[in-house]
């Protein structure tokens, strides 16, 4: 069964560069969410998208954005990146029809030097 | 707020013992999901309970739900050295899911 990809992997950025990290929920869910994940932390949920409008916003901060597209990919941008900002990414996707489970993918791990 | 509040924060038994977690929540909810986490990876849905639902069962997993107390209780049993993992409870209220800090559960082999 498909699962939930995130692009890249792995990346590395200095400080003050912009990232974009891309997540392709499971095909006909409508709804993405976006965690961010420190060392040895719980996951700070961000921002979540429903049918491409927000949906609702967590602790993300001004210098980051994100959205869905009509392909109900997201994509979150993060610019002006601190050394803070190191991270796991995950993107997760669920269908809001039935409230259920969300499917995480393997994130992307974020590395500001 | 909205997130679940794990108890113990870890938890380390020996393979084959039970191990059970506790998730506590304020808000009202349609549902309380339990995930797992490996680490450095996603997170992974265990099982759902709804609000109307008292018990659940899913092979080695036994949750528990009491609303009235805003509680819920994860056990598995016949834990084996494959469980090690950090468990997170996900009380969700319609399109809102926070986590906890989790209770990372350690099994010696």
């Known amino acids: 069964a498909a699962g939930v990809i995130q692009s890249p992997r792995h990346l590395i950025k200095e400080k003050r560069e912009t990232a974009t990290l891309k997540c392709y929920p499971i095909?006909?869910?409508?709804?993405v969410y976006w965690y961010q994940q420190g060392p040895g932390q719980d996951p700070q949920f961000l921002i979540s998208f429903y049918e491409k409008m927000q949906s609702d916003k967590g602790s993300i901060p001004d210098r980051f954005s994100a959205q869905q597209f009509s392909d109900y990919h997201s994509e979150l941008n993060m610019s002006s990146l601190e050394l803070g900002d190191s991270a796991l990414y995950f993107c997760a996707s669920s269908s809001r029809d039935v409230w259920g489970p969300l499917h995480f993918g393997n994130g992307t791990r974020l590395t500001v030097t | 707020s909205q997130q679940g509040e794990e108890d113990p924060q870890a938890l380390s038994i020996q393979e084959g013992e039970n191990a059970t977690m506790n998730c506590s929540y304020k808000t009202s909810i349609n549902n309380l999901q339990w995930y797992r986490q490996n680490s450095g990876r996603g997170l992974v849905h265990l099982i759902l309970?709804?609000?109307?639902?008292r018990e659940k069962h899913s092979g080695r997993l036994r949750v528990t739900l009491d609303t009235s107390k805003k509680s819920s209780s994860l056990l598995i049993t016949a834990s084996r050295a494959a469980d090690t993992a950090s468990y997170f409870c996900?009380?969700?209220?319609?399109?809102?899911?926070?986590f906890g800090t989790g209770t990372s559960l350690t099994v010696i082999p």
């Open positions: 996900a009380p969700n209220t319609g399109n809102q899911f926070y």
């Open positions: 095909p006909r869910h409508d709804t």
């Open positions: 309970i709804r609000s109307n639902e």
